[in-house]
């Protein structure tokens, strides 16, 4: 009954590439959607985020897409860097909680 | 100057003890949270107080009792650990409960033998 999940546990991306990480959710009350990083050792930090009225939200780097037909989410990064090595989790809010998905292993190749 | 504070940062019990993590913000937050990160590396929600008020429970068993001394901290008593209790506990704050954006603490990694 997981109602986010991240379907590719780990991605491998060359440096200066463009990085996709996908999600899919099932609860169509969410209203808001987030991602965030995390690195070893440490607790998430937030990324990104999209209202479901929009559908593309963009900060440097970073864009997220939301598709709330499909209900999926990506999040793009271009050009990936060695810094965007991390574990991603994207999150949805309903209910005045989070919901977050497993997470994605991004790794970014020299 | 750290945000969000949690301690300790691991912890190894034995079966049946009674075990304490503490958590403290320094952010000026009405709102934390107390995550568990499971085997299968979901977070999920256990505790959510706004003002030293609980306002989400989520299918926690008993055995988990959150205190909030303050809005600035919020303490996880567990009782009677299990080894099902083994999993990474991370605490989190945000502005008021309304508001998606959360700031995690490093997380406490608890194993039960």
């Known amino acids: 009954d997981q109602q986010v999940k991240q379907n590719s546990p780990s991605l491998s991306v060359q440096e200066g590439r463009i990085s996709i990480l996908n999600c899919d959710y099932t609860?169509?009350?969410?209203?808001?959607f987030l991602w965030y990083k995390k690195y070893p050792a440490e607790g998430p930090t937030f990324l990104i985020s999209i209202s479901s009225i929009k559908d593309k939200n963009e900060d440097g780097r970073f864009t997220v897409f939301l598709n709330k037909s499909a209900k999926h989410l990506s999040l793009h990064i271009v050009p990936s860097q060695p810094g965007d090595s991390a574990v991603y989790f994207c999150?949805?809010?309903?209910?005045?909680?989070?919901?977050f998905g497993q997470g994605t292993r991004l790794t970014i190749n020299p | 100057d750290t945000a969000v504070s949690q301690t300790p940062k691991y912890l190894v019990t034995q079966m049946g003890n009674d075990k304490s993590i503490k958590c403290e913000q320094n952010l000026g937050h009405d709102t934390m949270y107390w995550y568990k990160q499971d085997s299968k590396k979901f977070l999920k929600i256990m505790f959510s107080?706004?003002?030293?008020?609980?306002?989400i429970n989520e299918t926690v068993p008993n055995r988990f009792s959150p205190k909030s001394p303050d809005k600035a901290h919020l303490n996880l008593h567990i009782n009677s650990l299990e080894l099902g209790d083994s999993a990474v506990y991370f605490c989190?704050?945000?502005?008021?409960?309304?508001?998606?954006?959360?700031?995690f603490g490093p997380g406490t990694r608890l194993t039960v033998l």
């Open positions: 107080y706004n003002n030293k008020e609980l306002i």
């Open positions: 999150a949805a809010r309903g209910a005045q909680k989070l919901v």
């Open positions: 609860n169509s009350m969410f209203d808001y």
């Open positions: 989190a704050s945000s502005p008021t409960s309304g508001v998606s954006e959360q700031f």
